[in-house]
């Protein structure tokens, strides 16, 4: 099963939209599989939208690659999670920041981008470890 602590709902954007970090290197995929990584992401696109302010209808998700390499990536459970999450979580994600992104994962979005919809790929920035990153977040993200 997909453990929980990977996958944290803390605080919200500057306009109430929920914050969802995904600490990538917290994820281990030998236990996951098809059926349970697409009933997590259902489960996670729920309690996010339980948490929603009035009004609100996206989120904002933060994927912290940090310390994260081969072994927390399964490109089988990668590709039903990649569908899920443009089935599911297109309409609802407002902004994906990928921070802190090393060779393995720049290499990994390179081969899978072709496969994301026009509308994905324009949500999706990745962020670097330098000031001028940490910028960027601070510009959605309050420091509270």
């Given at each position: 099963?997909?453990?929980?602590?990977?996958?944290?709902?803390?605080?919200?954007?500057?306009?109430?939209?929920?914050?969802l970090?995904?600490?990538?290197?917290?994820?281990?995929?030998?236990?996951?599989?098809?059926?349970?990584?697409?009933?997590?992401?259902?489960?996670?696109?729920?309690?996010?939208?339980s948490?929603?302010?009035?009004?609100?209808?996206?989120?904002?998700?933060?994927?912290?690659?940090?310390?994260?390499?081969?072994?927390?990536?399964?490109?089988?459970?990668?590709?039903?999670?990649?569908?899920?999450?443009?089935?599911?979580?297109?309409?609802?994600?407002?902004?994906?920041?990928?921070?802190?992104?090393g060779?393995?994962?720049?290499?990994?979005?390179?081969?899978?981008?072709?496969?994301?919809?026009?509308?994905?790929?324009?949500?999706?920035q990745?962020?670097?470890?330098?000031?001028?990153?940490?910028?960027?977040?601070?510009?959605?993200?309050?420091?509270?």
């Amino acid at each position: 099963m997909i453990d929980k602590n990977c996958f944290v709902t803390h605080g919200f954007d500057k306009d109430g939209r929920p914050l969802l970090w995904m600490r990538i290197a917290n994820f281990n995929c030998e236990n996951v599989t098809k059926e349970n990584s697409i009933q997590f992401m259902i489960y996670l696109l729920d309690h996010v939208k339980s948490i929603m302010k009035p009004n609100v209808d996206q989120m904002v998700m933060i994927y912290d690659m940090e310390n994260a390499g081969y072994a927390n990536f399964s490109l089988e459970i990668g590709k039903v999670i990649i569908k899920a999450s443009s089935e599911l979580f297109v309409s609802t994600v407002y902004r994906m920041y990928i921070t802190n992104a090393g060779f393995t994962v720049n290499c990994i979005y390179s081969t899978i981008k072709p496969f994301l919809p026009q509308r994905a790929q324009q949500k999706i920035q990745f962020i670097g470890a330098t000031e001028q990153a940490g910028k960027v977040l601070l510009q959605q993200i309050p420091i509270d």
